[in-house]
């Protein structure tokens, strides 16, 4: 248990449905993340937040939405996906602003695109 | 361009051997590195983080080093048990005060042999 929570653990969903990935920290951190791990490839990260305010976008297709409504909560909207964006989505959070420390991640949400 | 590289390729090695895993990286001058655990289908969990300024740090049986003159780090596990088999992966990250922005390598798998 890492203090990390992400729902739903496996969602399978089409190319044309809207669905959500919640996260929710229990360790009153302030910075908190989405990263992406497909198949081989290292973990891309994808939206940092650090006190509920966006600090980082790399670069991600505007069909993933990230929304954080307060520093224990993170959602991640997907909506037209493309079969290719199959993977295991991680939440992690961390002490906000801190340059240094580690991250806990949750157990992540695998995603199946038909 | 940026590059974090480890060794793709599984690590085998006997039950109480000492596993050596490697990450070498280029165009990087990061302020810290740090090294986790990921079990499959799980999210990654830290292990140890060392500073640019430190050569070595210690936990237990696990050693990490840090060569910023060779931009290599050596993660050591001594007297390897079964339960390390796991996918380790190193994490570089530079001086950023928007919360803490780590990026990946792929990653090396181990495998301890009974």
């Known amino acids: 248990e890492t203090g990390v929570t992400q729902t739903p653990r496996h969602l399978v969903m089409g190319m044309t449905n809207k669905k959500s990935l919640k996260c929710e920290q229990h360790?009153?951190?302030?910075?908190m993340y989405w990263y992406k791990q497909s198949a081989k490839k290292p973990l891309e990260l994808m939206f940092v937040?650090?006190?509920?305010?966006?600090?980082e976008n790399n670069s991600v297709p505007s069909r993933f939405s990230p929304e954080c409504p307060n520093s224990s909560h993170l959602f991640l909207h997907l909506h037209t996906l493309q079969p290719e964006d199959s993977a295991l989505y991680l939440c992690?959070?961390?002490?906000?602003?801190?340059?240094?420390?580690?991250?806990?991640f949750g157990e992540g949400s695998r995603l199946t695109v038909l | 361009s940026q590059k974090i590289e480890q060794n793709s390729e599984a690590l085998n090695i006997q039950e109480g051997k000492t596993a050596t895993l490697t990450c070498n990286y280029t165009?990087?001058?990061?302020?810290?590195l740090q090294w986790y655990r990921q079990d499959p289908g799980r999210g990654p969990v830290f292990l140890l983080l060392?500073?640019?300024?430190?050569k070595e740090k210690r936990k237990e049986r696990l050693k990490v080093t840090f060569d910023t003159t060779l931009k290599q780090s050596l993660f050591h596990i001594t007297a390897s048990q079964p339960a390390d088999s796991a996918t380790y992966l190193c994490?570089?990250?530079?001086?950023?005060?928007?919360?803490?922005?780590?990026?990946f390598g792929g990653g090396t798998r181990l495998m301890v042999k009974p």
């Open positions: 992690a959070s961390s002490h906000g602003g801190a340059r240094t420390g580690e991250l806990f």
């Open positions: 165009n990087y001058s990061p302020a810290y």
């Open positions: 060392i500073r640019e300024n430190e």
């Open positions: 994490a570089l990250s530079m001086n950023n005060n928007a919360g803490n922005m780590l990026t």
């Open positions: 360790l009153g951190h302030n910075a």
């Open positions: 937040y650090n006190f509920k305010e966006q600090t």
